[in-house]
């Protein structure tokens, strides 16, 4: 047994630079080629050269097999590349729904019905229902302890996510509140009045009010201190949360922008005029550009390193390489009419439409990925 007679050093470096394949073969000769071939060192080295490592905050609860560790992290790779994804349905909003977020526990999403409604990611069922929006509820963004809504009624509110109360209405805007974004200092919210305004996060007040287009502010994030917004007049501008001066200005639509994503050096758009971009958020240059694909406006984009996932109103939902802009995965038919929001995570996909329903298409079915997420 030649494996026997080495230093253990020297046959795990030997395992770690064989293929997937012939790695798993050689468990099958005998027990000690098994254990060897199991052996932690390797396949946490695995791992790390798939970039598939947990994130740090997550590995308190790995169990110590890391072999095991690679075995789930490459099903649920495996699943997304050919598209394998457990449907399932949430029923309960009774008009369009319009906006979700998520984390492992639940779903919550806002609907043409003036609801808001959480629903445990593990039963499916519908656990709670907020009131208090006089209009459609357009834009929700939750954490721990606050969730902040907007709506068709001009408002923001601001809810408790222990008492699930409001805590405060946050009057200003003169028409529907399309989108919302917060963190600990501030909330930010876009409207049809072509306007950004700022909140204080804590207390409610108006800190500042943004002329910001020439057209509805359909859509805006907050990263650190600065501020990215799109709108219907086709530009991209990003701004200093801290004057409301704009810092720069994204040109390259030809149509109105329905949806933007940035994450403090990447920005992704999506268009009415059917296109996704992919901008670097400090050189102000397309590094990708998605123009075949949808056939219909692009009403929302989420991105990740690898990933991007959009929806349209060709009710299409579909997964782009962030890199190269080749389309990976397109699910027709899963929606039977205009998909208007969509986010994903490392496990599945959950989406809303006017068809009322929210759509879950897991990827992690039977497999243990909690670690990963």
Not at 17 to 27: A, K, N, Q, S
Not at 68 to 73: A, G, V
Not at 326 to 334: E, G, I, K, P, V
Not at 339 to 361: C, E, P, T
Request: proline letters at 2%; glycine letters at 6%; hydrophobic letters at 35%.
């Amino acid at each position: 047994d030649l494996l026997s007679s080495l230093p253990c050093e020297l046959v795990f470096h030997v395992m770690s630079r064989m293929e997937l394949p012939t790695l798993l073969e050689i468990g099958l000769v005998c027990k000690h080629w098994y254990y060897l071939s199991r052996a932690n060192d390797i396949w946490r080295g695995r791992l790390s050269e798939m970039h598939w490592m947990p994130p740090l905050t997550r590995r308190h609860l790995l169990k110590d097999d890391w072999h095991y560790w690679y075995k789930q992290r490459y099903q649920l790779e495996r699943r997304w590349r050919v598209g394998d994804a457990t449907t399932h349905y949430l029923l309960g909003h009774q008009d369009s729904v319009y906006c979700l977020q998520f984390d492992q526990l639940q779903i919550v999403t806002g609907g043409r019905d003036r609801t808001i409604r959480f629903w445990d990611m593990t039963t499916y069922c519908c656990i709670r229902t907020l009131c208090g929006h006089e209009g459609s509820v357009l834009a929700l963004q939750y954490n721990d302890s606050l969730l902040v809504t907007g709506s068709s009624d001009t408002n923001v509110i601001v809810w408790s996510m222990t008492t699930f109360l409001p805590l405060r209405r946050l009057r200003g805007h003169t028409s529907g509140v399309l989108d919302v974004s917060f963190d600990e200092k501030f909330i930010v919210s876009c409207s049809k009045d072509k306007s950004i305004r700022v909140w204080d996060t804590d207390t409610g007040e108006l800190l500042r009010t943004i002329a910001a287009h020439n057209g509805p502010v359909n859509a805006v994030q907050l990263r650190g201190d600065k501020i990215v917004s799109a709108s219907g007049d086709t530009l991209i501008r990003m701004w200093d949360v801290m004057t409301g001066q704009c810092i720069r200005e994204f040109s390259g639509h030809l149509r109105g922008l329905a949806c933007v994503q940035y994450d403090g050096q990447k920005i992704v758009s999506g268009s009415n005029d059917r296109t996704v971009k992919v901008w670097d958020a400090e050189e102000i240059i397309i590094l990708t550009s998605i123009h075949i694909g949808h056939h219909d406006l692009v009403r929302t984009v989420h991105f990740d390193d690898d990933r991007i996932v959009s929806a349209s109103y060709d009710q299409s939902i579909r997964v782009w390489d962030i890199r190269t802009g080749d389309c990976l995965h397109n699910f027709q038919s899963r929606h039977t009419s205009w998909v208007f929001d969509v986010r994903f995570d490392k496990n599945r996909i959950v989406s809303a439409s006017q068809d009322q329903r929210v759509l879950v298409m897991d990827f992690s079915s039977g497999l243990d990925t909690q670690v990963f997420v």
